[in-house]
Nanobody, 123 residues
Framework: QVQLVDPGGGLVQAGDSLRLSCAVSGLTFSNYAMGWFRQAPGKEREFVATISRSGYSIDYADSVKGRFTISRDNAKNTVHLQMNSLKPEDTAVYYC????????????????WGQGTQVTVSS
């Protein structure tokens, strides 16, 4: 059974940092690109960041470039999202996802999803 467990959200103030982690089990982690998406209330789910199977290729949404960093540890089957200089508009439920692709910014490319974790940034 494939599981993506992505705790780590919380309530922070604008300008603070937060690190999200996603632990993956039930699949060959190194065969999957990993991504982070988010969904704010009343909005569609949107792409945040993606990292290739090896970790060498990375892509970010323009809204988070320079502030967020995605990384992965293939030995520990985990993917992380370091979020710095958080803004109120970053408030959303954040989801990690795994896709048997090279790299993907579209949610339909992903096969497995975590349950999501709430990140709230107060002004």
């Amino acid at each position: 059974q494939v599981q993506l467990v992505d705790p780590g959200g919380g309530l922070v103030q604008a300008g603070d940092s937060l690190r999200l982690s996603c632990a993956v089990s039930g699949l060959t982690f190194s065969n999957y690109a990993m991504g982070w998406f988010r969904q704010a209330p009343g909005k569609e789910r949107e792409f945040v960041a993606t990292i290739s199977r090896s970790g060498y290729s990375i892509d970010y949404a323009d809204s988070v470039k320079g502030r967020f960093t995605i990384s992965r540890d293939n030995a520990k089957n985990t993917v992380h999202l370091q979020m710095n200089s958080l803004k109120p508009e970053d408030t959303a439920v954040y989801y990690c996802a795994a896709g048997e692709v090279t790299l993907a910014t579209i949610d339909k490319e992903y096969d497995y999803w975590g349950q999501g974790t709430q990140v709230t940034v107060s002004s």
